[in-house]
């Protein structure tokens, strides 16, 4: 393929940290204590970590894969390691797993924010409100929605604050003995904890899209998702260390409960504003994906840009979300996506590097 | 410019509120009492803080509407549940009965001793209610507390919550809310110790009179302000003062307050027998009276520091018996336990062994200050 197309704008190192952070930290941060705690009672944020470990080796396979393409997305290397109808149905696949993450993010968003803060507002409005924000934005190309994730990336530091008003608070003896729960229960602890860590797939399309050297976006990746981990596992520390275990059944949004008790004279309800920091986070993971989504879809029918489909998927995913914002449905969609993004992070990509390996494909030589 | 148009359409959804609450709108309830009546039911009662409507004379000018001190409405009802009641009095009063406000809730002494926690569901349920909210246990009844006269005092919940305050602060009792309470209250390694209050008749003035101790969800004993003093000795939960008034030797007295301490549970869990624990406090302190004086003299500092600790040895050791007779584990040495083996936990039978079990105090007070005078 020599007559490449026109290269769209790039990204830098710096950006793709923030992107893939952002896309990471998302609607997980409130409730993943509570889930991995369901698993793993008080050691959970060892399944955390754990499951940081399984994602660092699903983006160095990543890694090694687009390396063998470093100017092509996955959309446009898949040709030639599978054919032309296989790499069609991997990337529907990939393009309904995006689409799918993305309207549960929403769906999740808004349950949350009914349940919080908005009981009487109809969940329809906030589902509007936000995919017509994050059309806006998404219908740009990679580098307009890199800088404003970038931008957003400085909120992190109020999840940091949280640490800092609890210290009081915090019982190191709710977590001790550490690892009595069993490495059963820790592994299985984990796969609840891949969805929050979720959304480093996207490295597959933005690789390309990274001026650096391919050292450089393996760090950027990789270190974006230690961040992340390490947050993770901070927050989960420390609501395990704040709850006392038979708490932590009960509460299904920890973070949030935790925060509500801290007092700070003229503030209030300081969850509702943690809450506010939590929707940047929310809205900016669906972004990624609903981008990722949409270049996938413009790719499938041939598109020259996915503005197109970007409107179309926007369209389609306001009552998906909302029918299925409900605790029952989002559960039960979360296993599912939970074990899909094991394949999509994992397996596939696994699959197509040794076919790589074995077909002697790299770029140029196709 | 073209295309300013769209400012009207984007406008329009800035108008959208569903979930607005105006203050105008609404009965901002400020105290909650609660009391367990017969087959299940409840009384509750709120104390809701009145507009002055139609007291100010219109030529006064502002100065005489802001002076005049707040009234309060408190109303009380019986129902099954809490906020089957709340609907209720709901129906009874203009505007929207609203909780996020709330800076106390007190629960009834009696009410407290049957699962304390089982009262607080619809608090910890909805989430605009505000967790921070003190909780205290009332000597009495809640309903009839508030129906007390409190000398000087139109606001009972704000007069209520400033006394918990300062009692914090001197540690005289916990530093708990609602949330922090619930944690301890579910807790099966260690218990919950909430401050008590009650009417001074004499003074016509509300108490802070030591604090609930807890075994599970029920209150079942109570410590007074000095034994709630050492407990948050022994625990390292105190504010920025403690003061301790001891008579030594010689019918002198001496009142000292708290500079600085440290203290720290030891617990051994042999495999076969039971479990023990041992408290060593080191306290400094300084004296802030002392009649006799002389304190310059290490002869007069050297004995006082040996009576001083034999005081509060006593004082501790009374303490964590009355911890032990309540069968509340509030400074935690189960939790200890499960942290070290929770095997041998679970094998335990807490209930029993906690009150036989064997607790060391190791009491150590120097004075390091005089103040202005030796």
Redesign the interface.
Known sequence: MGGKMKREASISTWQLFFFLLQTQVGVGILTLPYEVHQAAGKDGWLSILLAGFFIQTGIFIIWILACRFPEKTLADFLPLLVGRVLSIIIIAFYTLFFFVVASQVLAIFLSITVKWAFPRTPSIVFAVIITALTIYLIQEDVRVIARFHVLMSFLLLGVLLVFLLMWNHLNVYYLLPVGSSGFKDILSGSPKALFALNGIEILLWLFPFTQAENKKKWIAAAGASLVVTVIYTLLALCAFAYFSAVKLTHVPEPVLYMIKSIELGIVERLDLIFLSIWAVFSITSFMSYLYIAAMGAAKMVNAKHHKKSVYVLGVLIVPLAVYTSNAETIKILGSITGKAAIAFLFAIPLFLLLVAIIRRKREGTG | MKKWWTIIPLSL?LA????QRSVKDLNLIFGVGIDREEENNLTLTVEIPQENQGTTSGGGGTEGATQQAAQSLVMSEKGQTIRDVAFQLDRRIDGALDI?KLSVLMVGKESAQHDLYALLDAY?RN?IS???AKLVVVDGRADEFFQKDFKGQTLYSDYFFKLIETAEQESAIPVT????A???L?????DAVIPLISYNEEQRAAEINGSALFNGRSMSGELTTEEASAFLIMDNQTQQELPLTFRVKGEEDISVTLIDSKAKLKVSVPKNGSPAATVSVDMKVQAIEYPPQGLNKKKVTKTLDQQLTEEAQKLLQQTVQKMQEANSDAL?IG??I?????DTFKKLDWGEVYPDMDIKVETKVKIERTGAIF
């Open positions: 959804l959208g509120c569903w979930d996020s910890f989430p505000p967790l921070n809310n609602m949330q922090l619930c944690n301890l579910l807790d099966e390694g260690s935690g939790r200890r499960i942290a070290k083996d929770p």
